[in-house]
């Protein structure tokens, strides 16, 4: 698995099916065959990038 971001493989696992990239900091959750990308703020909220990945239609 690599990070849809940076294509880094410089991930840590942080949940069941949660990763972090060490590279650019951003939150990763796979659900079912999807990845979730979030990043975290300073105050520790998660905000989603995935509209920057992927497109509907
Ligand atoms: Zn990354």
Redesign the pocket.
Same mark, same amino acid.
């Given at each position: 698995m690599k #990070?849809? *971001?940076?294509?880094?493989s410089? =991930?840590g696992r942080i949940g069941s099916k949660q990763y972090y990239?060490? *590279? #650019? #900091? =951003?939150e990763l959750s796979v659900e079912e065959d999807k990845i979730n990308i979030n990043q975290i703020e300073e105050d520790g909220s998660l905000s989603s990038l995935n509209d920057l990945f992927y497109q509907e239609g």
């Open positions: #990070c849809p *971001n940076c294509q880094s410089q =991930l990239c060490w *590279n #650019c #900091c =951003l």
